[in-house]
């Protein structure tokens, strides 16, 4: 007997800033999109300058996120990461790594990019999320 595929709950996907605006229906079909990732305390996930191909939402457990060698942030359930490497194609901005075993949500390029284009509220808060990381780099 094979076990279902894990997938994020509407909810968690409700509380990432990208996606408060869509419906029931929207977020349920995004959720069958995710596939489940699990990490051990220690492993890396993304790393600074290489590619990614993958926006994760942390379900449960701790990551630290590194900009050049210095801590920058700590994730939580519920934050997400990855959505600015498949916006540009560029090299990932930082390097996040598991404090604690963590469980995630991964979404492919292949499929991210399709559903933001098709939804331009989405786009939108994409934008606004650009934005706001941009304010951040420039204060520091």
């Known amino acids: 007997m ?3 595929m894990a997938k ?5 996907l409700r509380n990432v800033p990208l996606f408060s605006g869509l419906d029931d229906s929207e977020l349920e079909s995004l959720a069958d999109e995710f596939n489940e990732r699990r990490f051990s305390a220690g492993d890396s996930i993304a790393l600074e300058g290489e590619g990614g191909l993958m926006f994760f939402v942390v379900e449960s457990g701790e990551a630290a996120v590194e900009v050049h060698g210095e801590a920058v942030a700590t994730l939580g359930p519920g934050a997400h990461f990855g959505e600015i ?4 194609r560029r090299p990932r901005t930082a390097t996040v790594t598991a404090r604690t075993d963590l469980r995630t949500f991964g979404l492919p390029v292949f499929v991210f990019r399709p559903f933001v284009e098709a939804r331009p509220a989405v786009a939108w808060k994409l934008l606004e999320a650009m934005a706001d990381r941009l304010a951040e780099a420039e204060s520091r």
Request: charged share 25%.
């Open 8 to 12: 994020p709950t509407p909810d968690l």
């Open 85 to 88: 490497a498949l916006i540009d």
């Open 2 to 4: 094979t076990r279902p």
